[in-house]
Structure formats: structure tokens, C-alpha cells
């Protein structure tokens, strides 16, 4: 039977022929009659308005598996958006990553299918931290995670992703870093780089003073890594002991862990990658059972395409705000034009620097547009 594209989809009977095929074992019927009727209805009103949708991998199933004309992580996500004709574009994912499309497509209305799309990582740190930090620290170069605000990157001089920050921090030149905002991905960093990470307090920022009492001077406590005490909800949750359980049970059990996890999660799997690179070692690798420490929608996303893989089940994980995304609010959003995103200038001239820079040392080049 020939498969259908769903992202073009807009007779509901076909959509939920092709959404039974795909989350039969994954979702229950009346959900999926439900959503194919949603989802008919997204991509009807998408080819009237012209528009693209970008689906993060931590999407609902019946929304990542229908409607989305481009799926991954959000910096991929961006760079395509940027590429594409579509306008408007719908990203169904978080404000940071809605911010960072229109960061780099500012010619395109961004659409942000909710109101909010908070991050309990990107509201940890504030621009203005950023400039204390600079001031404390003058001189050294400040790394920041693309799961930020655009006031964050344009106080940045080099955005990283969880895949390329060893490879960002590496390329400075420079003996002393800013790493912001994540703790654990700071602290995974610092490990792999061999480097050693403080984490100064707000407090303490204008006394000279890291959080253990120690002096921040060159002639005191010996460090390459300024990090800051930021954490993802979702990841802060899992434990070494969650992997010790796992394995007790399942031996074979293939474990992979995003690297916003602790350090000593990450010790204790078997891989560690950004989601689209823990999609793709799922694939790839022959093991019996995968567990994944992650947001527990992109395990279901990973189930149905890969049907033959069997998934432990212990993440039960959901992020609040990737949850505020729904089909409902997506044709809402392309209904009524809401909830339009905008980066003012100069922070989205500013901000788009930070990317471009890190694009460059990855890619050799920048974004396309």
C-alpha cells in the first residue's frame, strides 16, 4: 500500500487510515478518529494560508506524526524554517525556539501555537545576568545554549547546541569560558573537555566571591569554566538509580541520555546526544531494548516509527510546556494568527550574530538566509 503524506493530507478518513497504520499500538482509536479530524482540518487551512509547520521531537504523537512538514530539534528546525517558502511558519515547540525562526527568517511571520511556551531553562537566566557576569568576568567569551531567550543570545558571543558545545568550547580561544545557562550540560561539558566549572551566585557577582566562599581571582580557586545554575524540569528528574532499576530487570537494556541530564546520569548510560542524535543512534544500534532519559513523548514518536524496537518504559516524563502544544491550538493558531512572535532590533540583529558564529564553526557556514 502506497503510504500517504500526512503533512498534505485533508480528507480525515485518509488522515486516519495513515495515523491508525502509524499509532494504532501507540494511541487509543477514538483519540486518533479525534485528532485525524484535527489534523485534516491543520492542513487544509495550511495550504490556504501557505503556511510551514515545524514539529519538535518532543511533540504529542497525533501532531508530529500529521501535520508537520519538518521534524526535529530546534536549531535544525530554524535553519530549515529559514530555507523554506512557507509563510507564515507555525513552530509547535517552545517561545526560545519560535524566537530563534524569527531570529533568522525576520521577513516571516513566526506563529507560537500558545500564548505562553515557557522553559524553566530559558526563564533561569536573564540578559541582564548575562551583563553582570560579563562585568565580573571582562573578557571572557561568553558560550550560550540555544534554549535561551534572544535578550540572552544578544548578550552572547557564540551559541552552542547540547550536540556541538564541546566542539564550541574547544574552538575559543581562550583559557577561561562563560558557559550558560545549564548546570548539568555545563558540568558534562567540562568533563568531556576536562576542564573545571564554578558556578558563581547572583550574590555573588559583584563581591569577588564563587558560591562555596572561595575567591573568583586568578590567584584563587583554579577553574576554566564559569557555569550558571540553570536546569531543565524534564531532565533534573532522572537518577543513576533509575538506570540501576532498568538494568536490574532488563540487562540488555540499550541506555541513552540527553546531555541536560546530571553528569551522573550521563556516567552511567550507554549514549548520550541531542534528541535528534538519540533518534538516530535508536536506528542505527541493534540492541534488544532502548530506555530513554528524555521528554516522554519523543519515545513514543520513536515507537512508531520504528515498530520493531522495544521501548522500556520508565520515562513517564512530560514537559509542561511542549504540552501546551495540541492540533487544536495549532489550527487555532492558523485561524487567527496567534500568538505572533517578534525579536525587536538590534537584540535580533545581535542575537543573530551568537548563532551565526556557532553555524560557522559547525557547518562552515551560516544559516542560509
Known amino acids: 500500500m502506497t503510504s500517504i503524506d500526512t503533512s498534505r493530507t485533508t480528507s480525515p478518513d485518509d488522515m486516519y487510515d495513515a495515523l491508525q497504520r502509524r499509532l494504532g499500538d501507540v494511541l487509543p482509536d477514538f483519540e486518533l478518529r479525534q485528532k485525524a479530524d484535527v489534523a485534516a482540518e491543520v492542513n487544509r487551512l495550511k495550504a490556504e494560508r501557505g503556511a510551514v509547520i515545524l514539529g519538535h521531537n518532543y511533540m504529542e504523537p497525533a501532531l508530529f506524526h500529521s501535520v508537520c512538514d519538518f521534524k526535529g530539534d530546534s536549531l535544525e528546525l530554524s535553519r530549515l524554517a529559514a530555507e523554506a517558502e512557507g509563510d507564515p511558519i507555525?513552530?509547535?515547540?517552545?517561545?526560545?525556539?519560535?524566537?530563534?525562526?524569527?531570529?533568522?527568517?525576520?521577513?516571516?511571520?513566526?506563529?507560537?501555537?500558545?500564548?505562553?511556551?515557557?522553559?524553566?531553562?530559558?526563564?533561569?537566566?536573564?540578559?541582564?545576568?548575562?551583563?553582570?557576569?560579563?562585568?565580573?568576568?571582562?573578557?571572557?567569551?561568553?558560550?550560550?545554549?540555544?534554549?535561551?531567550?534572544?535578550?540572552?543570545?544578544?548578550e552572547t558571543d557564540?551559541?552552542?547546541?547540547?550536540?556541538?558545545?564541546?566542539?564550541?568550547?574547544?574552538?575559543?580561544?581562550?583559557?577561561?569560558?562563560?558557559?550558560?545557562?545549564?548546570?548539568?550540560?555545563?558540568?558534562?561539558?567540562?568533563?568531556?573537555?576536562?576542564?573545571?566549572?564554578?558556578?558563581?551566585?547572583?550574590?555573588?557577582?559583584?563581591?569577588?566571591?564563587?558560591?562555596?566562599?572561595?575567591?573568583?581571582?586568578?590567584?584563587?580557586?583554579?577553574?576554566?569554566?564559569?557555569?550558571?545554575r540553570g536546569r531543565c524540569e524534564v531532565h533534573e528528574q532522572f537518577t543513576p538509580e533509575d538506570i540501576t532499576a532498568v538494568r536490574r530487570q532488563f540487562p540488555d537494556v540499550m541506555v541513552l541520555a540527553h546531555p541536560e541530564c546530571s553528569p551522573e546520569v550521563v556516567e552511567a548510560s550507554d549514549y548520550s546526544g541531542s534528541t535528534s542524535a538519540m533518534i538516530h543512534a535508536v536506528k542505527e544500534a541493534d540492541a534488544d531494548r532502548y530506555l530513554l532519559l528524555t521528554e516522554c513523548s519523543m519515545a513514543d514518536n520513536i515507537v512508531a516509527e520504528n515498530p520493531e524496537k522495544e521501548m522500556v518504559r520508565l520515562c513517564s516524563v512530560r514537559c509542561p510546556h511542549m504540552n501546551e502544544i495540541t492540533l487544536e491550538n495549532v489550527r487555532d493558531s492558523l485561524l487567527h494568527d496567534r500568538y505572533e512572535v517578534d525579536v525587536p532590533e538590534p537584540t535580533r540583529t545581535r542575537a543573530r550574530a551568537a548563532i551565526e558564529r556557532m553555524l560557522e564553526i559547525s557547518y562552515g557556514s551560516g544559516c542560509a538566509r
Do not use: H
Open 90 to 154: 507555525v513552530f509547535c515547540g517552545v517561545r526560545f525556539m519560535a524566537e530563534t525562526a524569527k531570529i533568522l527568517s525576520p521577513e516571516k511571520k513566526v506563529l507560537l501555537p500558545t500564548p505562553k511556551g515557557g522553559c524553566s531553562l530559558a526563564e533561569s537566566i536573564t540578559g541582564a545576568d548575562v551583563r553582570r557576569l560579563k562585568k565580573r568576568f571582562p573578557g571572557v567569551p561568553v558560550v550560550t545554549y540555544v534554549n535561551t531567550y534572544a535578550d540572552v543570545k544578544a
Open 158 to 228: 557564540i551559541c552552542c547546541t547540547s550536540s556541538n558545545a564541546v566542539k564550541i568550547v574547544e574552538s575559543l580561544d581562550s583559557d577561561r569560558v562563560i558557559f550558560l545557562p545549564d548546570e548539568f550540560l555545563a558540568q558534562n561539558v567540562a568533563r568531556e573537555t576536562g576542564k573545571r566549572v564554578i558556578f558563581p551566585t547572583i550574590d555573588s557577582l559583584g563581591s569577588g566571591r564563587s558560591a562555596n566562599g572561595q575567591s573568583d581571582s586568578s590567584g584563587g580557586l583554579q577553574y576554566e569554566m564559569i557555569g550558571w
